[in-house]
Every structure is written in C-alpha cells, then in structure tokens.
C-alpha cells in the first residue's frame, strides 16, 4: 500500500506510552492523509511543469501534420444514413474539410485508406467513473491509491480502446488524472471531470466505516480524503463544497438527492438535500458559467431537483409518467442508462443486486416516457466496481435498439451527448466540436469493418470491428 504514514508508524505504534501522545498520532495521521492527497496532485503537477517524459511509443508520439482519410463511408454524427464517397482530411488535431469530390491529396499529407469502411465520431458516455468502474469495491475501501489509480489507468486505455474518445465523469478524484490524459503521459478518452460527489450524511456515496462516524476534531474520512465524496449537511457547507469542486477544475458538479445502488445503507426512495439546499447549489454553479446534476431514481426526489432549477437529472429510474411530462415542461435533461438485467450490474450483490432489480423495471418505462414527450435525453453506461463488467460500456450503448433506430443510437451517443456537454459553457476543458464529423471539428474519428446503422451489435465486439481510433488528430489503434 502507497502509505506515506507507514514510515512512520513506529514512533506512535511501537514507542510505549507514545501511543497516547495525541501530537504524535496527529502527525501520524496528517502523513497518511499527506500521501492519499497528493498521490495523482504529484503527477498532475511533474505533467504541467514537463517533468514526466512522454512514453515513446506510436500512440504518444507526435502526430502527422496532416492525415487523409479515403474511400469511406461517412456517419457524421447528425444523419440517418450514410454519405458515400467522402475524404475526411484532418490536421493539427482537427477536421479541416469532408471532400465528397475526392480532390487530390496535400503533398505533405499521410494517406489511409479506408476501403469503404464506416468513418464515425468517437463516441461519448455521458455518465462514467473513471477512477473507479474497474476497481472493485474492496479495493476501494482499503484506500490504496497505488492499487485504484493502476488500475484506473489500464482501464482509461481500454475505454479508448472500445471507441469512447469522451467522457463526462460523475464522481471521483479525476482532476489530476485527467491532466495526465491530455499530457499524453497516459491514453485514455477526454474528461469532463465532476469532481467529488457531493451528499449529505446517509446518502449516496456516504461510504464511511462505522468507526469514523460520528467525524472526530474535523477528520474527513477516507472517501473525502480519496476525493470521491464530499459530506455535508448545510447550505453554506455545500456551497462551499461545489465551489470547491469547481475551484480544482470541475466541468459541470454533481449532488446527490437521493439513495442510489451501490451504496448499502442508502435506499433508493430516501432524499437527501432539501429544494432550497439544491437550489442553492444550482445558483453557484451558473455563477460559474456552468450547471448542477442531481443524482435521484424516486418520483419526489427527481421533483425536487427540477422544482430547484437544475438543467440535468441523472438516472430517474422509477419516476412516474407526471414527473416524465416535467422533464419536457421544463426543457430539462435527463441522463439515464438502459440497465435491464443482473448482467449490467454484476458488480452488485446483496442489498445492491435487490436495488438494481427495482432499476431493470423502472428501464423501460423511462425510455418509453422519453420517446413519448420528446425528452432530451442523454446515454450513459454508469458502470462501476468490476474490470469484468467494464467491457459491457459497448452493449450498454446497443441496449438502446430496445426504443431507437441504430441511428438515433449512435446520434444519442455522438452529437446527442455532445448537446448535453455544451451546458458546461465557459467551464467547459475543451473548447470545440466534439461529437460530429464536420470542418473544424475536433479530430475524434472511429473507422468500423461493418456499418452500425445496419447492424448495431458490431460495436459490442470493438476488438474485433473497430480498426482505427483516433483522438484529437493522434491515432491511436490502426488495424487499417
């Protein structure tokens, strides 16, 4: 374990009466605290500061000036069909023309031919964890930041890897990593990073041990001091933790209103924060040019948000039809995932399996909810604890051939998601088109053996199908 404090633990554990000097255990404990705070801190900083080289391989080496990409079938990210007979030219990490007229290429340029593959966007999760979707929950609790983070990086690559060249992360300490991605000292998909989850004692992410409540002379405890939560239980606590968050670089904050699955011993019809607490929570957001979503599943729980002003509600699981019709009513997002069955939870069991039973219910009510008011809704996968279950990000998108067309799929999860980025506005870490194949996009383009407007459930076999994968004009996977 990367513990900073275990250096030390002699002088309070093995020195006698010195076990009960309180200053010696403060120390002991501050160097604990110390090693957890600034284990990705020191990364994100060497980043910053070019102290880290860039690892030498194809995908961190400089990318081409220009790149052509020929005899493609285009998925713009906004069509129902495909556009035959398109070039896609791409320099300095965007897209600078489509030339359906073949034109001759640049000179300079670095020629790849498609040979009538589908050209699409990369694709974008609106509802992922990056620190935390494959590390098992055990592991997590132990608070080892070695462990966590090693195994949040291979897992960043592997999402990449899937054809996900965007993510808008809900929880956990990702501002540092994030850095460490658009360095290029690791490969993993751009983040739109919430920061600590934010919630009030009991619920949803309140993950503390019983022996750390009640907080002892101000202590955080090991989730807060990870990053994944902030705990508190007043307004001018949560305003100062929302700034907080977007004090370290937060793109848009999350609250939780209510109990949620994987947390043991906060159900899923409880609320959290009061109107006016949410509300409040709302104003400092848009003071930051930027926007609040509320974590609920419950009816009266998701009312609440949308009473509170807040511009996207995540899950909404076991809403009821009048609530759906307030989503359109008030022009809201919602921000869900197509769970419908154990083996898009695997990672839960106990009173977590029960709960994600009551999900796989409420799942098909929302979308059909969705489609009937015309909701604008948002894909994601929310999948979390089990590098097992991670590979099911792919599947989780093709669940929504339940209610759409392979193309209102892939639009939902190209420039649908990409809508609902926007709402980040001057917060947001990226500043252009993401979602689209277009001039002047950014350069996130995914090159498929097979065309998933015909046959969706190709994208769930990405090792196989995908062929090329490229991010802000760098490739990173060409099986071309």
């Known amino acids: ?13 093995d020195a006698g009466c010195g076990c009960a ?100 966007p990369g694709m974008i999760d609106a509802h992922w964890h990056t620190i935390y979707a494959a590390v098992p929950l055990q592991v997590l609790l132990t608070g080892d930041p070695g462990m ?26 990702v501002f540092t990593f994030k850095q460490a991605i658009d360095a290029g000292i690791i490969p993993g998909p751009r983040i739109f990073p919430s920061g600590a989850m934010i919630t009030t004692s009991g619920g949803h992410g309140d993950l503390r041990m019983p022996f750390e409540i009640p907080p002892r002379d101000g202590q955080l405890s090991l989730s807060e001091l990870m990053g994944s939560a902030a705990i508190v239980d007043d307004v001018g606590g949560l305003k100062r933790r929302v700034r907080e968050q977007l004090l370290q670089g937060a793109s848009q904050v999350k609250i939780v209103g209510g109990g949620g699955v994987s947390s043991p011993r906060s159900p899923l019809d409880m609320s959290t ?37 807040v511009a996207c509600i995540e899950h909404a699981h076991l809403m009821d039809e009048e609530t759906a019709r307030m989503f359109a009513d008030k ?10 069955s154990i083996e898009d939870a695997a990672s839960q069991t106990g009173v977590g399996a029960e709960r994600a039973a009551q999900i796989f219910i409420g799942t098909p009510k929302i979308y059909g909810y969705a489609k009937k008011y015309g909701i604008k809704t948002a894909w994601g996968s929310d ?98």
């Open 1 to 13: 374990m990367f513990k900073a404090g275990r250096k030390y633990g002699h002088l309070v554990h």
């Open 148 to 173: 966590i983070f090693a195994a949040s990086t291979a897992e960043a690559e592997r999402t990449l890897m899937r054809g996900f060249t965007t993510i808008r992360d809900l929880g956990g300490p």
């Open 331 to 340: 022009n809201i997002w919602l921000s869900t995932q197509p769970f419908l």
């Open 273 to 309: 924060f009061s109107e006016g607490e949410i509300r409040a929570a709302a104003d400092v957001a848009r003071d930051w040019n930027t926007y609040v979503t509320v974590h609920a599943y419950a009816s009266n729980t998701v009312r609440r948000a949308i009473d509170a002003g």
């Open 383 to 480: 999948l979390l604890f089990s590098p097992e279950l991670t590979p099911r990000q792919n599947v989780m998108l093709t669940h929504l051939s339940n209610w759409y067309s392979n193309a209102e799929a892939l639009r939902m999860a190209t420039s649908g998601n990409a809508s609902l980025l926007t709402l980040s506005n001057l917060r947001t870490p990226y500043s252009g088109s993401l979602g689209v194949i277009e001039k002047g996009a950014f350069a996130d383009i995914l090159v498929w053996d097979g065309n998933p407007l015909d046959d969706i459930k190709m994208i769930e076999e990405p090792e196989k199908n995908l062929k090329l994968v490229m991010k802000d004009g760098q490739i990173f996977k060409n099986a071309l």
């Open 21 to 120: 000097n309180r200053d010696l255990q403060q120390r002991s404990r501050y160097l604990g605290e110390y090693s957890r705070r600034t284990f990705l801190a020191g990364i994100g900083s060497m980043a910053v500061a070019g102290m880290v080289p860039r690892a030498g391989n194809a995908q961190t080496s400089k990318r081409p000036s220009k790149i052509l990409l020929n005899q493609i079938r285009l998925f713009d990210g906004k069509s129902n069909t495909l556009q035959n007979g398109s070039q896609v030219l791409v320099e300095e990490g965007r897209i600078i023309a489509i030339d359906a007229a073949n034109n001759p290429p640049p000179a300079d340029a670095i020629i790849i031919a498609c040979n009538d593959r589908v050209l699409m």
